[in-house]
């Protein structure tokens, strides 16, 4: 009789992955992907792991680890002839050198992952990308799916019109896809949302990342998005974050910082979920590798949202205002464009409570309370026309034609105050750019119009309505035209920035001003024009000519449209991949509001001038051919930073595919 072989214990494991807790199946704990799961064909973004759900906080191998790194330091210690137990207890507040990328690594994952789902995780885990609640379309106002063009127009879970991306995405591949034409009734569609108790974990409300990881964020912060949006008083913000790390932890000289907003008080949940916001966009530009900086996004952006609620609101300050608009940049760089929609409105509302938008003239001797309240609602009309032009919505600031913007000044370089006043300039240039944003808005794209069903009216009424008349783009056109020649010399695209007598940091983010206010300019100027575009697509599909003047007005405009697209994606495509851009999700629309929206519209400009053969014909094809690789080249750079862009690139490709057939077939 053969000999008994004794069982093997089955060996426990701490943590079991989601799908295996839910189905209690036996779970190996193998990562990334346990046998189990792989035997039911699970991907990897499937197969995850959530420390809140285990019997013990920390696990034997995360313990051995730690050990194991302790071993590690000690024999460096030792080998440069350091007594590890000699070693001081205190540690300097600021490190001396820059963190490398693989020690920045280290401290987010070791420290931060564990606090909030994987950034690829399922619906079941509800990550940022795939939460219940986040839509087809992003907070860029780009679509990721074909359901989604149907539905863009016609949902009571969101209104996107005739100036958002996902319309005009609509009214292009309509033509494509004439069917969908009659698929949608007058009435608004719903579609079901699950709502999860595990939205996000529960992380305490005022929790600080290490030292070194929150100053290198906090630098880049400064570096590449402050004086883009230079809503706050830096000197009292850092007295504030300085404050954190003392060990009373209370700010001193509160007096030299009242009514400044963020900075006046640390210990309120403005400040920090402010601070949080920081360092969520701070990660974007950080020397992480992806999946960290993707990990620390998720990270900061969840403990950012947590304070943003009614106690939030109840404080009715400036520094609310300021928080509002914080989160609202992070969240264009989300897939919920509802939240952003709603951030920016709130911060409008909140602004106007305490009467920013009733401010007196400006005045170059104003106190620096009032200098703060006008820069913070210059953030509010910026980023108020901007979430309008992408959604297709109403502005919730009205009257901006009254606005007083101070004019341009020249400033002495050879101060610091000068130079100072050099960097804040560009919010005003925004503002005035934004001024012509709005006219644009509301007199072409008309967001205030009664919006018909699709089967009350045709494609060619939908483009009629979406421009008034010749002189209206003559009068906006100039007024571009004005703005361009006017713009200071060290922020205009046409003149050399002298650098002499400025740091290399200062020239780097003057090289980011112009970048971003150049790529803006022309990307009102292909707004301007779109809807003649789509007129012109209506006209070559229904075959309806009209007569000649102003078939010749709407090649001119559509030309103009192509001509300022083209224009758009050598900008970007020159620029994304250094740091003189902005945001990755503007890059990828071309919307920065940077490469993804900016990229995304061009795309579709693209595509539709090959659906207009009258048009097609008067165009250089092959200059057409090239900008949309680089459009390509940009989107498919920007897809690592979220899933979403990924799903918008693949449906471009997608109708590029359709279009590139319909045209071999005519």
């Not at 701490?14 to 799961?37: N, Y």
């Not at 016609?154 to 996107?160: K, M, N, W």
């Not at 292909?526 to 003047?549: C, K």
């Not at 991949?577 to 519209?601: I, P």
Request: charged fraction near 20%; include cysteine.
């Amino acid at each position: 009789m053969p000999e008994l072989q004794l069982r093997q214990r089955r060996r426990k494991v701490t943590l079991a992955c989601e799908p295996c807790r839910e189905r209690k199946a036996r779970c190996d704990g193998v990562k990334p992907l346990c046998s189990t799961c792989r035997r039911r064909s699970l991907g990897i973004e499937q197969c995850i792991y959530k420390v809140g759900n285990a019997r013990t906080a920390c696990s034997d191998d995360y313990t051995k680890a730690l050990h194991r790194r302790i071993r590690q330091l000690e024999q460096v210690c030792a080998s440069h002839g350091i007594d590890p137990d000699a070693l001081p207890v205190e540690q300097d507040n600021r490190p001396e050198h820059t963190q490398s990328r693989v020690e920045l690594d280290a401290i987010v994952m070791e420290t931060l992952q564990g606090q909030v789902p994987t950034p690829m995780s399922s619906a079941a885990t509800e990550g940022i990308e795939s939460c219940g609640n986040a839509r087809r379309v992003t907070a860029m106002g780009t679509t990721t799916s074909e359901e989604a063009i149907e539905q863009c127009r016609g949902t009571s879970q969101g209104f996107y019109g005739l100036s958002s991306a996902a319309s005009f995405l609509k009214d292009a591949y309509g033509t494509v896809k004439p069917s969908w034409s009659g698929q949608t009734s007058g009435n608004p569609q719903t579609t079901p949302t699950s709502r999860s108790s595990l939205l996000f974990n529960s992380i305490e409300k005022f929790v600080l990342p290490p030292r070194a990881l929150a100053d290198h964020l906090i630098e880049r912060y400064f570096q590449r998005v402050y004086y883009l949006y230079p809503i706050f008083d830096r000197e009292a913000f850092e007295h504030a974050y300085e404050s954190l790390w003392q060990q009373s932890g209370r700010a001193t000289n509160l007096d030299k910082y009242r009514d400044l907003g963020i900075g006046e008080d640390a210990s309120t949940i403005a400040f920090h979920s402010s601070l949080n916001s920081i360092f969520a966009l701070g990660c974007i530009f950080s020397n992480l590798s992806p999946m960290a900086k993707a990990t620390a996004y998720e990270v900061f952006f969840n403990r950012s949202k947590q304070n943003t609620g009614l106690d939030l609101l109840d404080l009715n300050n400036l520094s609310v205002v300021q928080t509002l608009i914080l989160v609202s940049i992070v969240l264009q760089g989300t897939s919920f464009p509802d939240r952003c929609w709603n951030a920016v409105g709130l911060a409008c509302r909140v602004a106007q409570g305490l009467g920013l938008h009733s401010m007196p003239k400006y005045d170059p001797h104003e106190s620096r309370v009032w200098q703060i309240r006008r820069r913070t609602w210059h953030g509010c009309v910026v980023l108020d026309t901007l979430v309008s032009m992408t959604f297709g919505r109403p502005t919730m600031i009205t009257n901006l034609s009254s606005l007083s913007v101070p004019t341009s000044m020249d400033f002495n370089t050879q101060s610091a105050e000068g130079n100072q006043q050099i960097k804040l300039q560009f919010q005003l240039e925004s503002v005035r750019l934004n001024v012509i944003l709005d006219s644009i808005l509301a007199k072409v794209y008309r967001p205030w119009q009664c919006r018909l069903s699709f089967d009350e009216q045709s494609l060619n009424s939908r483009a009629d309505t979406a421009w008034q008349s010749m002189d209206a783009f003559v009068e906006l056109h100039r007024r571009l035209q004005a703005f361009e020649a006017s713009v200071p010399r060290f922020l205009s695209w046409k003149q050399t920035l002298i650098t002499e007598s400025m740091s290399s940091e200062d020239v780097k983010i003057l090289a980011i001003q112009r970048n971003v206010l150049h790529a803006r300019f022309i990307y009102l100027g292909l707004m301007l024009y779109r809807p003649i575009l789509t007129q012109l697509l209506a006209a070559d599909v229904s075959d309806n000519v009209g007569d000649d003047l102003h078939l010749s007005f709407s090649h001119d405009g559509a030309r103009a449209c192509v001509q300022s697209a083209i224009r758009l994606i050598d900008l970007v495509h020159d620029i994304f991949r250094t740091d003189a851009s902005e945001a990755w999700w503007w890059n990828g629309l071309c919307n920065t509001v940077s490469s993804n929206s900016y990229a995304c519209t061009t795309s579709l400009v693209l595509m539709t001038c090959r659906l207009c053969p009258s048009l097609w014909v008067t165009l250089d094809q092959a200059g057409v051919a090239t900008s949309w690789e680089k459009c390509q080249v940009v989107l498919e750079a920007s897809s690592s930073f979220s899933p979403s862009i990924r799903k918008s690139f693949d449906l471009l490709l997608k109708i590029n595919q359709t279009i590139t057939a319909r045209q071999e077939g005519q």
